[in-house]
């Protein structure tokens, strides 16, 4: 099956001002970009980006991995509460006197061949444009869907459920420069730990709530075509 992505529910530089028609309730996440060109240093405009980002006042857990927590949901930005813990999958590019350099983090809502709802994200840091970044983003957020037998869930008008945020940092002489690019996950920590269905990778099963330590996972196959 064929899923054509274009610009799917956004491609921005920043956060939506209102999220998708149809979305609501469930665990939810915004996506943010941040450029600080004039930091003194690499850590100086790491904070100040950060700042920017929202999440200056933050205590932050970097996630890794491509699977968001069962049942996220896109949100509006929100103001955190001092010292909060919050998760977020971050991006980050830096640039020194002389060079561009671009971040970015997409997501996408999905479905496996069991039919089981779930979401997926992809991060890329690199030299280069926001417009570079932005292709190279979107196909790595399409071969991980790929390896895990994924297709792209579609909105009402048949536009897949994605969402890419990409920023860029143009260096300035005598100045540390970096460009952020997140998706902020403000209450996730607390659930999604055991509640989700658990996928065999010989089998091809799906079951809510499997055993601790039971099979996790499914091989692609290669059958999937997410064409951009």
């Not at 991006?91 to 970015?104: E, H, L, R, Y």
């Not at 039919?115 to 399409?142: F, H, P, W, Y």
């Not at 790929?146 to 009402?156: I, V």
């Amino acid at each position: 099956m064929d899923f054509s992505v274009g610009p799917g529910l956004g491609s921005n530089r920043s956060a939506r001002s209102k999220p998708p028609q149809g979305f609501s309730g469930g665990l939810t996440g915004w996506v943010m970009t941040a450029v600080s060109p004039f930091g003194d240093n690499e850590e100086h405009a790491m904070d100040q980006a950060l700042v920017e980002l929202g999440l200056g006042d933050a205590r932050l857990i970097q996630a890794q991995g491509a699977m968001l927590p069962m049942g996220f949901q896109p949100g509006l930005p929100q103001d955190l509460p001092m010292g909060s813990l919050v998760e977020c999958h971050l991006s980050k590019a830096t640039v020194f006197n002389q060079g561009i350099a671009s971040a970015g983090v997409a997501w996408a809502l999905c479905t496996t061949p069991e039919g089981d709802e779930c979401a997926i994200v992809s991060t890329l840091s690199q030299n280069g444009s926001m417009e570079e970044c932005e292709v190279d983003l979107k196909l790595n957020l399409r071969s991980k869907a790929e390896n895990r037998d994924l297709e792209y869930r579609k909105d009402e008008n048949g536009r897949p459920m994605f969402e890419c945020a990409v920023d860029e940092i143009e260096a300035q002489e005598g100045f540390h420069g970096v460009v952020l690019a997140a998706l902020i996950l403000p209450n996730s920590l607390s659930i999604g730990d055991s509640s989700g269905p658990t996928r065999s990778r010989n089998l091809g099963i799906s079951s809510i709530g499997g055993s601790a330590g039971g099979p996790t996972g499914l091989g692609g196959s290669g059958k999937t075509n997410f064409g951009f």
